[in-house]
């Protein structure tokens, strides 16, 4: 079926990217499968990760359908775009309609984007997660890529005002080697082992990041930022 409303929305947000000149460096998309199912498991420190982690899909020709909370598709404006690029609402009082929905997409082939730890993170290290990412990938028989963001929080996240007036922002992407996750392995088990890779990435990139981390706001505090400190329920 023809893609009609996800290019014309990508183009959008392309000339937003050129607009703010945001310095962009994408690695690892040679792990994103060139065909049939994935899911894509990133932390989350901003509301504008999906659109940067997708953009890094479309040399492939690919479309990462994320899921996302049900309010953003009650929206009048976000809604029918989001259900025109064939996102997939997360309905947390029937979170097992979601899951079908979801799990029927990587059956048809479909890269899935999950944010783990469901909301963004104010401190910004990855929080807790939940197993949706793992138990999605088990049930479809599909690998996780595991991708980590770093800049975009210093355009727009949780709690303070969006900055589109600074220019040249570096927003770094990393797209992990896969990870398997077979039908019988220990759940628990699987979940720490994606953590852990998430963790260890998002550590590495931030010490080549361009900017320093020191006294900002956008910066966690193990970095000499100012960020509030991880709390369980961040």
């Known amino acids: 079926m023809a893609e ?6 990508i183009g959008l947000f392309r000339a937003l990217w050129k607009g703010l000149d945001i310095q962009f460096e994408f690695e690892g998309q040679d792990n994103l499968p060139r065909k049939g199912g994935a899911v894509i498991a990133s932390n989350h420190i901003s509301y504008l990760d ?6 890094g899909a479309l040399h492939l020709k690919r479309y990462i359908r994320f899921m996302a909370k049900k309010g953003a598709f009650d ?4 809604g029918p775009l989001l ?25 048809d082939g479909e890269i899935v984007g999950i944010f783990p730890e469901a909301t963004i993170s104010t401190s910004f290290e990855i929080k807790a997660m939940k197993s949706g990412a793992v ?3 088990m049930g479809a028989g599909v690998p996780v890529i595991p991708v980590v963001i770093w800049g975009s929080q210093r355009i727009w996240t949780k ?19 896969p990870l398997i996750f077979k039908k019988d392995d220990n759940l628990e088990e699987s979940e720490r082992i994606l953590r852990e890779k998430m963790i260890q990435m998002l550590h590495k990139l931030q010490e080549k990041y361009p900017d320093s981390h020191v006294g900002e706001r956008w910066a966690p505090q193990r970095l000499g930022g100012t960020a509030p400190a991880p709390v369980i329920n961040d």
Do not use: C, W
Request: aromatic letters at 10%; proline letters at 6%; glycine letters at 10%.
């Open 4 to 9: 009609l409303v996800y290019p014309p929305v």
């Open 75 to 78: 929206n009048k404006i976000a």
């Open 50 to 55: 999906f659109a940067f982690i997708g953009t």
């Open 159 to 177: 709690g303070q005002p969006k900055n589109f007036a600074r220019k040249s922002i570096p927003v770094h992407i990393v797209y992990g080697e």
């Open 83 to 107: 259900r025109g690029m064939k996102h997939i609402s997360v309905d947390r009082e029937n979170g097992g309609a979601s899951f079908v929905a979801a799990l029927r997409a990587l059956r």
């Open 135 to 137: 138990r999605l990938a």
